[in-house]
């Protein structure tokens, strides 16, 4: 579904091609840059191991996958570029939605403190910081099924 909003730049994710089958994942053409005025989110369990050693393996992943969930239900449930990551994630959001997304990640944050007893390191970084540093972020959407997509960074 594409966001439906006037900005251009609002509308990129709904844009781009979607790919299946992992076999074409390394080729550079299936990947877009991320607009300048998009912000790109990351979540990061801190000692994830220490936790996962303590059998405590099914909250790491709830918190990481609960990031995922509350940027969706943020979104009204729109869809947005994401990497689930096990012990974290990290996300992508136009400037339209990034006020709700920085309320849902920092509310993500505090549930995972409150009700998993994990720490949850949290960011929000304009993609424009990460080209001054001299990186890139591309995307590629890629559908696993066909009710399912995500979108994963481009290997350096």
Known sequence: ??????????RFYGSIPVFRGFGKLMDPALYSPLPDDWTIGVADIVESTKAIAEARYKAVNMAGAAVIAAITNALDGREFPFVFGGDGASFAVSPDDLERARDALAATAIWVKDDLNLVMRVALVPVT???AQDLRRQICPMRCFPAAASAGP???
């Open 154 to 156: 481009k290997p350096p």
């Open 1 to 10: 579904m594409a966001m439906t909003t006037a900005n251009s730049s609002d």
């Open 129 to 131: 910081a990460v080209r």
